[in-house]
């Protein structure tokens, strides 16, 4: 037996292989909220998550897409603004989320981040994000670079979801679509295709079990101690 001094034994030790059995799986179409970082008339990031939008459908997922205009700056409205209520009402409903951001000035744009910022990590006993899933994706009006779906990778891990590996970089992007805004056939196309389908299959996998997965020892033995002082404090 290995020697824990500093570890609650009980609260340490994890649900065995049984427990698996009991979470049951989920019959509903894995819901997914789709975000994009432009207000442009044509704007690419928003047309390739419509592309997103098709392929989830196609996958068998139920696919909500926000617009963000009109969205207030964080903190520069009460969070009981319309837009507001609207996006995190979406975040709470969804199992799965596709961020799709321009690069600009080396990183994602604003309109992507005062969305991301609205999301809070906690709302009241909810957490937004917390095990959901996520796919990124982000346009280039250049050459491919990587720096927003960088960016969103280290926002996504913040906010404490399932990042899938796979993510999408569209290169000159104001190429790759046609006059109706339909995605052409190229290999931008197949990896847009290989990352819906590898959300998808994330989604599948752990939105049953995604409380499992992120039940933390640090947070149980917190609760173990608040609800421990709050139990001595009503004996007085």
């Known amino acids: 037996m290995i020697n824990l001094p500093n570890v609650d034994k009980a609260l340490f030790e994890l649900p065995g292989i049984e427990n698996f059995a009991k979470i049951g799986i989920s019959s509903h179409r894995p819901r997914f909220l789709l975000l ?30 926000f617009d963000p205009s009109g969205l207030p700056l964080p903190d520069d409205q009460p969070d009981t603004h319309p837009k507001v209520i609207e996006l995190r009402s979406l975040a709470n409903w969804s199992e799965g989320m596709v961020w799709c951001s321009p690069e600009r000035h080396g990183a994602m744009t604003g309109i992507m981040k005062a969305q991301i910022d609205w999301i809070p ?7 937004p994000t917390q ?17 927003a779906v960088n960016q969103m990778r280290i926002l996504g891990r913040w906010m404490r979801m399932i990042t899938i590996p796979n993510q999408s970089s569209v290169a000159k992007a104001f190429q790759e679509f046609d006059e109706m805004g ?31 997965l992120t039940d933390r020892y640090s947070e149980r033995r917190e609760r173990a101690e608040e609800l421990s002082l709050r139990v001595n404090q009503n004996s007085l």
């Open 36 to 65: 994009y970082g432009s207000l442009r008339e044509r704007s690419y990031s928003r047309l390739l998550i419509m592309e997103a939008a098709r392929l989830l459908e196609a996958l068998g997922g139920e696919v909500k897409v």
């Open 121 to 127: 990590l906690s709302q009241g006993a909810l957490r």
């Open 131 to 147: 095990g959901k899933t996520l796919a990124l994706m982000q346009v280039s009006g250049g050459s491919q670079s990587f720096n």
């Open 182 to 212: 339909r995605m052409k056939d190229s290999s931008y196309y197949e990896r847009v295709v290989d990352v819906m389908e590898e959300l998808f299959k994330f989604t599948l996998l752990t939105r049953d079990i995604s409380i499992y």
